[in-house]
Structure formats: C-alpha cells, structure tokens
C-alpha cells in the first residue's frame, strides 16, 4: 500500500526531524456531572518519539484511557472540558476543529479499542469496514478497495481473508475480531497508534498473538504506539518506556526496564506486588493494596496514593509531591518518601509501630510469605 | 490432551467429590450437538482447592454447574460423600445444593439491584436457616464482617453503592451463610481490577481456613489458579488434558498445550525474552465437530497420525502428575 498523506497540508510544515511525534504538556480533562467536576486526567505530560511504544499502566479510573481519547479528541459531549496542549508533529491538536480532526483520524493517528465485539459495527460486513475509512482518505475505487483490504487481511493473519470480507462481525471470534480492527487501524498507515487494553476481553493465547502481531507492525512500520493496560505483564517484555497513572496523575515514568528493575513510587510497587506470578509458590500470599482509589470529583490533598500508601507521613497528606527525575534523570517519580531509600524503611517502621492498617498488611504479607519460604 | 481415561483418581473414601465420565452436550438449532464436555473424570479432597484452567470454550464452567446439577449431564456420574448426585429427585438435590455453593464471575450482575445488601445475603436463610429474625440478623452481620464489609453500614444499602470487588464481597457472604461445604468459584476474579483481585484471592484463602471450604476455582488466568490452587486440571475443548499439584505442574509442563498455556502468559518481568513470532490466528476447533483422537491435534507442534486416530488416556508421567498426551514432553 502507498500512501498518500492527504493531511500533509494539516500538519504542515511542522514535520521537523528533531521534535518528537507526540509532545503532551499538562494536559487536564474533566467531565462536568451533577454531583460535581470528575477531574479524570490532572495534568499529564510526556513526549513520544517516532517508531517508539510507551505503555501506561494504571487500575481502572486512573485516567490512562480518557488521556488517550482525549489525545485523540474522542471525548465527545457538552460537559467534557480539556486544557493543556498536546503537540503531533508540531499541530496543537486541541486547537483543530472537528474537520481537520477527520484528516488525522486513520490517516495520522489510529486507534484499537477494548471490546473488539462492539468497536465493530454488527450490520456492515467486514469488508466495508476495512476499507471505509480507506476509500476516504486516499480516493480510491471500490475494486482497489477490496483488493487492498485483501493485503490487510493477509497481514494480520486472517486465514481466507477473500471469503471473510463478506463475513459479518459476529460470524468470527474474538481473536479474529480484534486482528480485524488492527487492520482497521493500520489500513491508512498511521504514525501515531493508540492500543488502548487492545487484548483485556482475550483468552491468553490470544493475547499472546495479538501483542505479537502489535509488535511487529508497530516495528516494521516505524509507528509509535501507546499501549494502554492495567496488566504490568503486557507492558514488561513490549514497550520502551511505561507511565504509571494514578488518580489522573502520573506518579513515575520511565524505560520499562528500569521501572521493573528500580521502582521508586509506592503505587508502582503496590501493584506490581498484589499480582500473582506463575513464578512464585502456590498460596504466596498477595500483597492487596489497602482501600479504594479516591473519588475524582474530590481528590485527596497532598499526595493522591496517601491514604492507600504503607509508607505515608504526614507531608505526603498536606504537600503533593512534584514529578521528578531520580538518579540518572530519565526517571520520573513523584513521592516524598521513594521505595527503597533510608527515609522510606524508616517511615515503613514508624507506621508498622503505629499499626497504620494498610502498613500492617504489607508487613503482614512479607513476613507470611518469608515464612513459608523458609519452611519449604 | 484431549484425552480421556481415570488413572488419576484416588480412592473414592478418600475423596469428597469424585466425578466421573461426565458429559455435557446441548441440542442447538439446525439438529446439531454442542459437545461440551466429554467425558471428564477428577475428584477432590475435603480442604483441597482444584483450579480448572483452560481458555474460553474450554468447557470449564459448564464443567462447574454440572456438579451442582444445573443443568443435570447427559452423562456420566458426580458423587458427593459418596452419593450419586445425577439420580437425585430434584427435592433431595435442593437439599442437598446447601452443601454445594457457588459464586459468578459479574459481581454486580449476580445480586438482585433491586433488593438491600442484609435482604440479599439472608435470602438463603429464609429457607433453610434459622427463623428467628434476631438470630438470622446476627448471622448476615457476622457473615459480612467475615468477607470484609462493615455490617453497620452496608445492611441497607444497594448494590449499585458497592464497587465490584465489594459486590462480589457480599456475593461471597451469601454463598457462605448457610455453612457450605463446597464453594464452586466461577471466574470470580475476572472482572475485577488487580488491587481487587488480591484483596479476594487472600479472602478466599482465608474463608478456606474459617470455614474449612473445599473450593473449585474456575478461571483463564494461570498466574490466579496457580496462586490459589493445591491441584491444577488443564481442559482443552470438553476434555483434560493434565493433572497435576499446582507448583509441580507450572515447573514441569508436560502436555503440550499446558505448555502453550504457560509460554502465553505475560510475566511481570522485562529480562524475560518473549518468543514474539506472529503466528496465524489458530481458533479453537468447534466443540459441534471437535477433532478426532486428540482434540489438541490441530493446534499441536507435536500431533502424528496417532493423534488423530487414537484418544490418549490419562497416564501418570511422575508421582501425583498425570497427563493424557501419545507425545508428552518428558
């Protein structure tokens, strides 16, 4: 497939080398419902490099998919209000009005969603839904349509990609489904792709394949890619680089391996322990993070993980502590008291004196499970 | 896998529930059977939990509500303490379904929105519970506090006030309040979000303990079972195809498929080298025609002709790990 770029008028002359693709600076986005403000996104930013894949981590109601629609300008409706800037290829893309956004859509910037069941229209057969976008963006016929549709097919891995284009949604699995919506996606060859928890509704092996097949378009085609999931093993062994949102905030980023290899944030560390491993003894006991995430109309002052974290002072419930780098600088935490360090296993013992609830339980967990280590 | 066979049951006065050749099969339109379960044999231990894992299709649920007889199998026979379940009148299984709970994979979906939290949880007490009102008011408060969920202020609330690890809380506090003996969890961890999932897999590890449960643990995730499992059974299209002791069975795979199963599981851990070849979407077979011999022959690197004309029994490849496989990975 070649492409015509027919948004290059869009984006302009800003296609500068040097710049990265994507530049979000404190972006904020909040829905306005009769009890109050949801401040779902407070002030988010990062910068995303061509052909690189960042992931974003984070439990449901964290923000990390209403940052990646609200990117896309996808959160449609009255009561939604976003400020900030987010920069693709140097075009501020909250400033463009709904049409030149049609310009972008498919053609620039893609995106995969959750549900492959309902993201796919039940009463168009395949083949259109393919190749729809396809014929408005380049100005194709219907006949060079399907024929490129074919090609699509083929790349994801659709056995009989001939036949399946008349197929309707329902007639194909889940698996097949969500290889239909990449095809979707990548059909206009996008620089900029959104997978936003493209494999939550997908048995394992199924996963497996699809964060492949992501992988490799995403490398072949030089694309950069943000993979939104709540499952830290989605994004250990796929992405360069992983956010970790938390109550509409980002509270660490940086190279994943770094993250897995050096956590510095209390919330990282929390779900990252409450996980259960294929490596570690059946009946490990899991670490649960204490409590509920905070209510969003209104956040906790200070630090939002506070009244959930083992490790929480006094500061951390009246001062919110600020994203900063650690150690070599690309690392980004924001925590008064970081996972490891003297300040935090003093603040670990002070709590566990106090009998702080969600201290104890932590103490509770590690001490069970050393125990059981030792007996084994 | 794909394969039949009984050599790893255990002597039946040892066991609590002990299945055997069960089949599950439903009539769909157009004269054709869905075949989904054939012919599984396990049993289990008082205090053991069983994790049956398997991908969506596998059969595993079904497998779970044959036990309790909804819907009574086509075949094959499921004993509780030694009595056949499948020859009950439906009065003496009403009974006898006391003793056997179950809890589903949508908390919220699974209680009543219309009804208070306290009217929920004493539903089963209305009937074979204690009629005294003080008595069974005391019993949902102990039951709650039990699950982690403050009676004082939960009693006369709604279920759309609870997120859903809270509901399946008090799903499970209700599956629990008539003293069960089994507790088939279905999925019960699915829809929930990881700090969730934690905070219910330690419950139910503790509530084991409390009320000395032999629990069936339906789910998809391997890490979970693994988690919370003594024995794991592997299904594959309405047949097992290993069983094993959890830790033995995630060390040393020897079917194929439990093989495939646990290379597919995204670990934690980026020095991990993720084999990230892109394969062709290989579906799972239609459990209307399932294939002959091995039903795990279309998807295995390993099948010979001998997987497809013969089915392969269950067979012990180490002490206490049994694998039905003509080319286990020994």
């Keep these: ?376 | 896998m794909a394969g039949s066979g009984k050599a790893h049951l255990r002597s039946e006065d040892e066991t609590l529930i002990r299945v055997e050749d069960l089949v599950v099969e439903y009539d769909v339109p157009g004269g054709e059977t869905v075949k989904a379960v054939s012919g599984i044999s396990f049993d289990i231990k008082a205090g053991e939990t069983l994790g049956l894992v398997g991908e969506s299709g596998c059969g595993k649920s079904t497998t779970g509500k044959a036990l309790i007889q909804l819907p009574k199998p086509t075949s094959g026979s499921v004993k509780h303490k030694l009595v056949e379940l499948t020859g009950l009148s439906s009065e003496a299984m009403r009974r006898r379904r006391t003793d056997l709970q179950m809890i589903f994979q949508d908390p919220i979906s699974s209680l009543n929105p219309l009804r208070k939290v306290e009217d929920i949880v004493a539903e089963p007490m209305k009937i074979w519970g204690p009629k005294d009102k003080t008595e069974q008011k005391e019993m949902v408060d102990n039951i709650l506090d039990s699950v982690g969920i403050d009676p004082e202020q939960a009693r006369g609330k709604m279920p759309h006030e609870f997120s859903g690890g809270q509901c399946q809380r008090i799903s499970i506090a209700r599956s629990l309040i008539l003293d069960p003996e089994v507790l088939i969890c279905d999925e019960p961890v699915s829809a929930l979000d990881v700090s969730m999932q934690a905070q219910i897999l330690n419950l139910l590890e503790d509530l084991k303990k409390k009320y000395h449960l032999t629990l069936i643990f339906i789910a998809h995730d391997l890490a979970v079972v693994k988690n919370i499992s003594d024995k794991v059974a592997v299904m594959y299209l309405g047949k097992l195809c290993e069983v094993a002791q959890s830790d033995e069975l995630y060390e040393r795979p020897v079917h194929p498929y439990s093989k495939l199963l646990l290379d597919s599981c995204p670990e934690p851990d980026p020095s991990i080298t993720i084999d990230k070849a892109v394969s062709d979407d290989d579906e799972l077979p239609s459990p209307i025609n399932p294939p002959s011999g091995c039903r795990f022959r279309t998807r295995c690197p390993f099948a010979t002709e001998i997987c497809s004309s013969e089915e392969p029994q269950m067979q012990e490849v180490r002490p206490d790990h049994y694998v039905a496989c003509h080319h286990p990975l020994v």
């Design chain 1, 1 to 376: 497939m070649n492409t015509t770029v027919v948004s290059d008028a869009v984006v302009a002359d800003a296609n500068t080398s040097a710049s990265p693709l994507l530049v979000v600076e404190d972006l904020h986005t909040s829905f306005s419902i009769p009890r109050g403000e949801v401040k779902a996104v407070r002030g988010v930013s990062f910068e995303l490099e061509q052909g690189k894949t960042l992931g974003v981590v984070g439990e449901s109601g964290s923000g990390k998919t209403v940052l990646a629609r609200s990117i896309m300008r996808l959160n449609l409706g009255n009561n939604v209000t976003t400020t900030g800037s987010a920069k693709f290829r140097g075009l501020s893309i909250l400033d463009q009005p709904p049409k030149s956004m049609r310009q972008l859509w498919g053609n620039e910037m893609a995106m995969v969603f959750q549900d492959p069941m309902t993201a796919l229209n039940p009463l168009v057969k395949i083949g259109r839904q393919v190749t729809e976008h396809v014929r408005h963006h380049l100005g194709i016929s219907k006949k060079e349509a399907r024929s490129l549709a074919i090609d699509l097919l083929n790349e994801v891995r659709i056995p009989e990609p001939e036949s399946r284009l008349d197929s309707y949604p329902h007639e194909l699995s889940g698996g097949m489904r969500q290889r239909i919506c990449i095809a979707i996606a990548l059909a206009c060859e996008p620089t900029l792709l959104f997978a936003d928890e493209p494999t939550t509704a997908l048995d394992v092996t199924v996963q497996h394949q699809i964060l492949n097949l992501l992988n490799r378009e995403q490398e072949t085609r030089d694309m950069a890619m943000v993979l939104v999931t709540h499952d830290l093993g989605v994004v250990a062994g796929r992405t360069d680089e992983t956010m970790v949102m938390y109550a509409g905030n980002v509270v660490e980023k940086t190279s994943t391996h770094e993250l897995f290899n050096n956590m510095q944030h209390p919330y990282t560390e929390a779900l990252f322990r409450s996980i259960p491993k294929t490596s570690e003894r059946s009946h490990t006991r899991l670490t649960a993070i204490a409590g509920r995430p905070p209510d969003l109309i209104d956040p906790p002052t200070g630090c939002s993980f506070s009244p959930r974290c083992p490790y929480v002072q006094p500061k951390c419930r009246e001062e919110k502590p600020p994203l900063i780098p650690v150690n070599d600088g690309s690392h980004l935490s924001s925590c008064w008291f970081p996972v490891g360090t003297e300040e935090n296993k003093a603040a670990f013992r002070k709590n566990v004196a106090e009998g702080l609830p969600q201290t104890l339980v932590v103490e509770e967990a590690l001490t069970d499970n050393s125990n059981e280590g030792s007996e084994s």
